[in-house]
């Protein structure tokens, strides 16, 4: 699992963080700009193969959690890349500006990552600016202290004539995080997933595609089957069609699709085996708000409502 740490700089409430108000009366703060662009960096996540995110500072802004901490959050997750989100100041109401990308020393991996970010995000964005130098070395504490590779990138000036007024659009935000996660698969040699049906048929039947398509939304390994499923089970779930696979014996291994859906539907952490057993079809018919009575028929409408929901995503 290749694992992504993002960080949106600062917090909501830092002091000075925010777009000149001579050129947004809002005065947008910093942190919502970079928290745009953290979100849509995890959004393009979900469209490559084995690739989990975490945000190590505090998704709602309302704390801003120190740099020590960003860095130990990341380094105890094991993570691949640290990627921190930043919007840079110093133009003074000019028209330069533009993309900038830091990484702490040129040659190493972090060289790489920060040089494919900052290609995609000026072919995505078009801010180049007026940087003599776009992509410079940088000893910045959340650079110099994880363990992974690490790219601070500036994606524009808030006190920029030029900037401002693409900085603040949600569609530049999209832009810059989906190419931001471009130039980390370039950097990193990720695949993209396959491409995603573009509805399900609300047949009440579940098969490889619903499975292929549940597992594009959940983030687990896309190969349109359900795995190390107890045999006794099938009998049950006639509405569990193609795809599933049925053992004689429990393995205790599970499916991790089965899993992540467990945690969805709300099940406690200690229920969450893997295995599509009455309690999980309970939970999962709850928490689509259909009859809870823990079979699978054919057709099902639980899985006429699981479907209906993942063609809504």
Known sequence: MFKIAIDAGHGLKTAGKRVDKRLDAAQTREWTLNDRVARYIAEAAKQYENVQTMRVDDPTGKKDIS????????NN?????????HHNAGIKLGTGGGIVSYCYKLGAKAAEYRDEIYKACIAAGGLRGNRSNPTPEKGYYVLKYTKAPAVLTEYGFMDSKTDVPVILTDAYAK???????????????LRKQPAMPRLLTVDGKWGKDTTTCLQQLFGTTVDGEVSNQYGKYKKDNPGLTSGWDWQDKPNGKGSNLIRAMQKWAGMPSGERDGEIGPKTIKAIQR???TTADGKVSDPSQMVKALQRWANEQ
Not at 77 to 85: K, L, P, Q, R
Not at 175 to 189: D, L, R, S, V
């Open 67 to 74: 740099l020590s901490k960003r860095c130990k959050a990341a």
């Open 175 to 189: 832009k810059m995080g989906h190419a931001t996660m471009e130039g980390i698969a370039k950097a990193a040699g």
């Open 77 to 85: 997750w094991g993570a691949d890349v640290y990627i921190s989100c």
């Open 287 to 289: 928490k689509l708000g």
